[in-house]
């Protein structure tokens, strides 16, 4: 079992920058592949971004790319999302996710998500 607990998230003015942390536990954090995914009020569950075990490879979705960046800390079991250039379209609850395994898209991206955090409330004004 993985346990994952977001954190870091609040209100911003647009133009303005958040970081949002994931803390695991339970298991040997290294071996999943991590996410973040987004849910507005009305909406479906979208992607965002994702990272590789090893770090060495990143996705994300079209809307957040050149803004968002997904990184790692393996010795701190600890995955962040960096968002800059904030826009009111960005509002959302953000969830962490883990991945464990297949399946993986063509790009190597994780589809299956194992383990999901609580989420945490982004709201951005303009």
């Known amino acids: 079992q993985v346990q994952l607990v977001e954190s870091g998230g609040g209100s911003v003015q647009a133009g303005g920058s958040l970081r949002l942390s994931c803390a695991a536990s339970?298991?040997?954090?290294?071996?999943?592949?991590m996410g973040w995914f987004r849910q507005a009020p009305g909406k479906e569950r979208e992607f965002v971004a994702a990272i590789t075990w090893s770090g060495d490879s990143t996705y994300y979705a079209d809307s957040v790319k050149g803004r968002f960046t997904i990184s790692r800390d393996n010795a701190k079991n600890t995955v962040y999302l960096q968002m800059n250039s904030l826009k009111p379209e960005d509002t959302a609850v953000y969830y962490c996710?883990?991945?464990?395994?297949?399946?993986?898209?063509?790009?190597?991206?994780?589809?299956?998500?194992?383990?999901w955090g609580q989420g945490s409330q982004v709201t951005v004004s303009s």
């Open positions: 996710a883990a991945s464990y395994g297949r399946p993986v898209n063509s790009a190597g991206r994780p589809l299956r998500y194992d383990y």
């Open positions: 339970g298991q040997t954090f290294s071996r999943y592949a």
